[in-house]
């Protein structure tokens, strides 16, 4: 029998959204308005026009609370670090079809390590870049702006990418999560859910909320 779980709405806040200075009341902030999962994104200055963070602040974050950890590696050597993230607490690593790796492998070795395995396209990459790995992951991530900021405008020209990657799942009777990231909040999040995502990644239309919890209960009642 095939997991349904791409049927549950998830609202991931993103950390990037947060204030640093007080990282721990942030993440308790985040849980306690409702996050189901916490979206943690690597940026290593090289895939991507900035630099965040890394293994040492995920495993503060893992050591803190038992939140969903939802961690997004825009990293040109996911390979590489890969091992880093399993031990810092990740319960899902995403990876770039764009990075330099070998995408298939890099997947096989984030689930024999005992996490569920994302696969990302930017904009510009079309589904057909995932087309070959959709049977080896738990989650595609379509972003929804150009990776490397949180702030950005939500790219609707994404969303028949998304209706597309929600049909072929249906055509080929797969159950991976549709992941969308990226100027998210509840009005965009309506249009990401029609298409056919259910993890919601939503930084600062969360974290910078005037209400923190409303933010979150209406990206997921979107
Ligand atoms: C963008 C990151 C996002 C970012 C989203 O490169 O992958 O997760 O935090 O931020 P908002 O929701 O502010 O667009
Ligand atoms: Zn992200």
Known sequence: MIAKQFQDRVVAPSLLAADFSRLREEVTRAIHSGADWLHLDVMDGHFVDNISFGPAVIQAVHETNDVFLDVHLMISRPDHYLPRFVAAGADLITVHVEA???????????REAGCQAG???NPATPLEAALPYLG???LLLCMTVVPGFGGQAFMSEMLPKIEAAAAERA?????????VDGGIDAGTAALCAKAGANVLVAGSS???????AEAVRAIREA
């Open 119 to 121: 696969l990302a396209l």
């Open 206 to 212: 969360t974290f910078r909320a005037a209400d923190m």
């Open 100 to 110: 330099e790796h070998e995408v298939g492998e890099t997947l096989r070795r984030i």
């Open 171 to 179: 055509r080929r009777g797969l159950g991976f999560h549709i992941e």
């Open 136 to 138: 080896e992951i738990d």
